[in-house]
């Protein structure tokens, strides 16, 4: 299946959870910001929202600015 | 003497708002919020780069401070609110600059879109501080709709040009029963300084840090700069003549 994220069309091969899937992306987890269809995913939930195909996650992290 | 700003329930000791952009590196933050004294700092929120995976700048940013995100890159009303809550989700508390701009030559904030944005996140229980041109109308109207305080720009972002506003913020800080924030232009700490006389309430600023040849000294002078400016307006600045007044008594001469 496919997944959009960050705009990118994603291969997802194998099912997995959202909690999987940003660990397979060699992520810190601890600071970033999930968004999964324009709804924004907390912490707690990551482990059991299994990605389906089409699905549109948008990672997001703080970045310097004034 | 306790002279404090108070935003949103918080008791400020500095009036120096800071960012976080354009530094050579995000490990000089530290220094550069210590130097300046300043307990209020900006980010921003953006997609990840998977191609280039770098830190995050919260690592860096000393624990006690107030986050202050921004809401950069959005273009309207609608972006704005969606990254307002964003930021809220990823434990940054409740604090937003509004800021929506879709002019990039001059980097000008769209009114309308902010005063939106502000009813909508005040509503929600945010403490909004919005990024404006230092229009009288929008800062009124900005008022009515909940916001904690206005951050009307001096000059266009990143420009360093310093207070070429300085007619309109008068009136803002006359007019406005909110602190009014300068933010934006400002170059140098003379500038800063000059913004403090006047009245504002405080002053944020980036460029003029991070672009300085050694941003850890810059940012101690800006914190002096402010800090003076604050004292020179609670004295009450001196009134300006046309025409000499000696400050020494002109009785008494050793002449006839």
Known sequence: MEVVLNGVVTDVDQEMNLWEFLLSKELNLETIIVEHNEVIVKKQEWKTMILQDKDRLEVLKFVGGG | MTDQLVIGGRSLQSRLFIGTGKYSADTLIPEIVKKSGSEVITVALRRIDFNSPTGNVMDHIPSGMQLLPNTSGARNAQEAIRIARLAKAAGCGNWIKIEVISD?????????????????????????????????????????????????????????????????????????????????????????????????AACLLNTAIASALQPELMAESFGMAVAAGRKAYLAGLGRTEKYASSSSPLTGFLHN
Do not use: H, W
Request: charged share 20%; glycine share 10%; aromatic share 4%.
């Open chain 2, 104 to 200: 990039n030559k001059y980097l000008l904030p769209d009114g309308y879109e902010t005063i939106r944005a502000t009813e909508v996140l005040a509503g929600e229980g945010f403490i909004v501080l919005p990024y404006i041109s230092p229009d009288l109308m929008v800062a009124k109207q900005l008022v009515e709709v909940g916001a904690a305080a206005v951050m009307p720009l001096g000059a266009p972002i990143g420009s360093n040009r310093g207070l070429k506003t300085k007619e309109l913020l008068k009136i803002l800080i006359e007019e406005i029963p909110l602190p009014v924030i300068v933010d934006a232009g400002i170059g140098k700490p003379s500038d800063a300084c000059e913004a403090m006389e006047m009245g504002a």
